[in-house]
């Protein structure tokens, strides 16, 4: 045996040896960890951690709930328990407390509707070990939707670049592209939605110099380039028609209060698509000269088009921010719609500006049809730059409004119901102010929402250095497959469907509608 051979042997079984004794000792030192619990520990009291997760509902399907211990101390070592299945044991050296994923989801499937438990154990610098109070959080009994599509941005307010519309499988961390700008020279994406949370469905807005504006509609595969560009954007339930806004939309800055930068809808009015005959439309009930309506949504039976809608209080339309814009304030309402026969009837006002005393934005109806959440803000139609902007919830059956109980100091808005209606996920300024992040709250049956938590992310640091903005956030029943490469080809190619775009936000034409007030319900 030569004597290089020999020396590959010898280092082979010492390797061996070496992987063999950490196994022994890693084992040993876990099954320490786990009896520290068990035994009498010094009362540390109460521990900071971030992000906040404790005292909050969490999907039973969620994504584990990692963390950073804040306190100072030479070891971390945390306890995931609940009434059944083996609690989860993690220690760390810096306190970033990572939950391994199989277990995580173990675990909360046995014990869904029970309380979940942290205890934190922390080693002081003289060696002892001391145990924090328990933090306790939820298991709620529904899940959340497995993936939610958002688009992320560079809070840059007067440029577009570097945009992409993203999806994130909430049950891990895995995040993937659906598309990005720079695949045509740096475009802008914006206002993608979905067909009753099917990721098969899709419409995708573009605006591109060289490429055209348009609106990508994405049925199975299939990829569809309309020759016009869609605004905010809602797919009727049974996939025939797409409603959307069509906006003369102006960015500006000002001194009147901290956040200097705003957004004003000069003029706007509501268009639909009709999928199957490539037709765009209106109706005088969508496009009164005298008012501004803007951002659409169907009810879950597509028996009423809920939207924002308010007086046009300028005539110059050059004037930048127009006169009495502070003074703009926005009802929300609804029209209904046959779509068999393609005919509106009267439209009705839901929630009163003036009764509100705010202006209220982006409605939304829960998938049964009682609940509308809606943001209110204090004047205007861009709610995510005012730190006034709140959620409020319209029991549809009682009439009743109140503020949501997960809204905050910072702007909270643009909120998407799972498809079980028993969660909504929101964009939130908290804590800084300065860039959206996604929050989950809970909606029990009488429409009461539990405290928030920010969308976990692998690492527990992830916030502090993430620079960009989540926006338009939507849930679906799964993750988007489509090939990019044909997506980009597309957005790029010249060939489109030609439709009779709507060149200018109301046509001056459109008789003025009849109003029926909703009154009370």
Not at 65 to 75: C, Q
Not at 394 to 412: F, H, V, Y
């Amino acid at each position: 045996m030569t004597t290089r051979r020999t020396g590959a042997i010898l280092a082979a079984g010492l390797t061996a040896c070496w992987v063999v004794t950490w196994l022994c000792l890693a084992g040993c030192d876990r099954q320490g960890e786990t009896a520290l619990f068990d035994g009498p520990m010094a009362d540390a009291g109460p521990v900071a951690i971030s992000p906040d997760y404790q005292q909050v509902t969490i999907p039973p399907n969620i994504a584990p709930l990692n963390f950073k211990v804040l306190d100072p101390a030479r070891r971390y070592v945390l306890k995931v328990l609940a009434n059944q299945g083996r609690p989860i044991v993690v220690s760390s050296r810096t306190g970033s407390m990572r939950i391994p994923v199989k277990a995580w989801h173990a675990l909360l499937a046995q014990n869904k509707g029970q309380t979940l438990s942290f205890e934190i154990a922390l080693q002081r610098k003289d060696g002892s070990w001391c145990r924090c109070s328990p933090l306790t959080n939820t298991i709620g009994e529904q899940p959340i939707d497995r993936t939610i599509a958002y688009r992320l941005l560079r809070p840059q307010y007067n440029y577009f670049k570097n945009i992409g519309v993203y999806q994130r499988d909430l049950e891990g961390f895995r995040e993937s592209l659906i598309l990005h700008g720079r695949s045509f020279k740096e475009g802008c994406l914006n206002c993608h939605a979905f067909a009753n949370h099917d990721p098969n469905r899709m419409a995708l807005s573009i605006r591109s110099a060289p490429y055209g504006n348009s609106c990508i509609c994405i049925e199975d595969g299939r990829m569809t380039k309309i020759g016009t560009k869609f605004g905010h954007t809602t797919w009727h339930p049974s996939g025939k028609v797409i409603a959307y806004s069509v906006f003369d939309v102006r960015m500006f800055f000002h001194t009147a209060r901290p956040e200097v930068h705003d957004v004003v809808e000069m003029d706007s009015m509501l268009a639909y698509y009709q999928v199957d005959q490539h037709k765009v439309k209106t109706a005088p009930v969508l496009a009164d000269p005298a008012r501004l309506e803007t951002q659409p949504s169907w009810g879950p039976d597509g028996k009423y088009l809920y939207f924002a809608s308010a007086p046009k209080l300028w005539t110059d339309m050059k004037r930048l921010p127009p006169d009495q814009y502070a003074e703009l304030k926005y009802d929300i309402q609804r029209v209904p719609y046959d779509v068999n026969t393609d005919t509106w009837g009267a439209i009705e006002t839901v929630v009163s500006s003036s009764q509100m005393g705010k202006s209220c934005l982006l409605p939304r109806v829960s998938p049964n049809g009682r609940f509308l959440v809606f943001s209110a803000c204090d004047y205007g139609c861009f709610a995510i730059y005012q730190p006034s902007a709140d959620l409020y919830l319209k029991d549809l059956q009682t009439g009743d409004i109140r503020p949501l109980e997960c809204n905050s100091n910072m702007a909270d808005t643009w909120h998407t119901w799972s498809m079980n209606g028993r969660w909504i996920v929101f964009s939130s300024k908290r804590p800084t102010g300065q860039f959206t992040r996604l929050y989950v709250s809970c909606i029990d049956e009488n429409g009461r929402a539990s405290k928030p938590f920010v969308l976990p992310q692998e690492d527990p640091e992830f916030y502090d250095s993430f620079l960009y903005a989540y926006n338009v956030p939507e849930l679906i029943n799964g993750p988007v497959q489509l090939n990019r490469r044909h997506l980009i080809d597309v957005v790029r190619s010249p060939a489109a469907i030609k439709v009779d775009a709507l060149t200018q936000a109301t046509p001056a034409a459109s008789p003025k509608p009849q109003y029926e007030p909703l009154g009370q319900r």
